[in-house]
């Protein structure tokens, strides 16, 4: 399809199909944010998966005639699970679908609806799935990439080369199943369960269980502290108790007394209890069972910091490429830009054109038109999505002085793209103190998305700008957010 484009916004393609009335399309505004639909989107650079309580689809959106796939998850219908988040996954050659559940199970799919992997993280829910690298600099002298799975009051951290493998040795082993001619075709490959992917996992509910965390990079060890082998993350977590909490997590999972006599002497002394009951009662086997997955101890986590703003709630953290500044939503209708380093506040957006808006209203207008100004104003920012994005907004400067310029990284400049769905507006807001350079008007039914995190990018040539998408839901046209002013 070819590209259109009109005024800020570029079109790429549609993804309307009959297979998203299972998603609830057709009806106005079903992909709003503040529809109160579990709908689920993931972007890709060609493909889109959309995403139910049971169902993924996974679809192409730059080409129609691509083969559509519909992956359904063996989910557990005695405990109700249910899919809560998804992700992609992408390395040099290697795409996958990443699916987290209520339960804590983590699922990886091909893109033929195989299931690849399957591990529980930990009881409970899997709020968001966030994928992210950061490169080597003078912050840091060492490059990381990694998933983070986040559940409430609990973080964990996957490394991106431990994936990679894993994923590897799968596509390997299928591809020779595939040309073995005397591979038995009635043993089904059920995922790769024996096969567990190594992990961190911390506890950072000290505030209260958290509605969304993210880990924003390596930080330096303690003062005072041995230099060690081990690293130390950082963490920033959002909830109802704190709007804002930052944690050094550590590597170690050294634990008290008390955890090492439930962990080590307990079991040995309840095996011996029950070998020595059956020396006497000798009693009949009981037919063996699964063992229950076993899941990994915590490690450190340490208090940072705390806000507490009551009545204040936070909601969403969006965190940007290098991980030092994280966009965070609030119950209040507000948006808060955090330092992720200094761990502090630096820059708060509220409805500050309040009295611009007052002040141009006519006193003859009908009071209709005032109710909806009052309106407009007490939403503000309320269930507002955020993601980064990089804009050329010195493009005519470059350009005169070379036609042969190619834009590098240093002539982006970081933006935050804000869509409130509420008041019908895309803005895009130069950081960190910049102005506001752009305000789209968009459709109640549209979604504000972003393609997922591409392992192995971290030395990209050329470099590849931070793009942002728009997808209507009413009418299924996907377009991206010009990256310069016209």
Request: glycine residues 6%.
């Amino acid at each position: 399809m070819s590209k259109r484009s009109h005024h800020h916004l570029t079109e790429l393609g549609c993804i309307a199909c009959e297979d998203l009335t299972e998603f609830g399309a057709g009806k106005e505004g079903w992909l709003a944010p503040d529809a109160g639909t579990t709908v689920l989107c993931a972007l890709d650079v060609h493909s889109l998966a959309i995403a139910n309580r049971s169902v993924v689809l996974i679809l192409g959106w730059s080409d129609s005639d691509e083969p559509r796939v519909k992956i359904r998850p063996e989910l557990s219908p005695i405990e109700a699970e249910r899919i809560t988040a998804i992700e992609w996954l992408v390395f040099d050659d290697i795409k996958v679908i990443a699916i987290g559940t209520s339960r804590g199970f983590l699922l990886m799919y091909s893109l033929r609806g195989d299931l690849i992997h399957r591990q529980m993280v930990y009881h409970g829910q899997i709020i968001k799935l966030r994928v992210r690298g950061t490169k080597k600099d003078l912050m840091q002298d060492i490059s990381s990439e990694d998933v983070c799975v986040v559940m409430p009051g609990v973080i964990a951290r996957f490394d991106g080369s431990d994936i990679r493998s894993m994923l590897q040795r799968w596509f390997q082993e299928t591809h020779s199943r595939f040309w073995d001619e005397k591979s038995n075709k009635d043993s089904e490959d059920n995922g790769n369960f024996d096969d567990r992917l190594p992990y961190q996992i911390w506890n950072v509910n000290k505030y209260g269980s958290c509605v969304d965390a993210a880990i924003t990079g390596i930080m330096p060890p303690p003062l005072m502290e041995l230099q060690s082998s081990q690293r130390y993350y950082c963490a920033v977590t959002i909830g109802d108790d704190a709007v804002i909490s930052a944690f050094r997590l550590s590597e170690d999972r050294k634990r008290s007394l008390v955890g090492v006599i439930l962990s080590k002497v307990m079991p040995v002394t309840f095996s011996t209890i029950a070998s020595f009951s059956k020396m006497i009662w000798r009693s009949e086997p009981t037919p063996t069972s699964k063992p229950e997955e076993k899941l990994q101890s915590f490690a450190r986590a340490s208090s940072l910091t705390c806000l507490k703003d009551y009545p204040r709630k936070g909601e969403k953290l969006t965190l940007s490429p290098s991980g030092t500044l994280a966009a965070i939503t609030d119950s209040l209708g507000r948006i808060l830009l955090l330092d992720t380093q200094a761990l502090v506040v630096v820059r708060i957006w509220k409805v500050s054109s309040a009295f611009i808006i007052l002040n141009s209203w006519e006193p003859t207008a009908p009071f209709s038109g005032l109710s909806s100004i009052f309106h407009a104003l007490f939403q503000g920012y309320r269930d507002a999505n955020c993601f980064f994005m990089e804009m050329l907004v010195n493009r005519d400067d470059k350009c005169a002085s070379s036609s042969y310029h190619v834009p590098g990284k240093s002539d982006y400049c970081l933006c935050l793209a804000i869509h409130a769905p509420r008041k019908g507006i895309i803005e895009v807001w130069q950081m960190r103190t910049g102005p506001r350079l752009l305000a789209i008007q968009c459709a109640k039914g549209c979604r504000l998305l972003q393609p997922t995190y591409r392992f192995g990018s971290l030395s990209d040539s050329p470099y590849v700008p931070l793009e942002v998408f728009l997808l209507n839901g009413d009418s299924g046209q996907l377009s991206v957010l010009n990256r310069f002013l016209n």
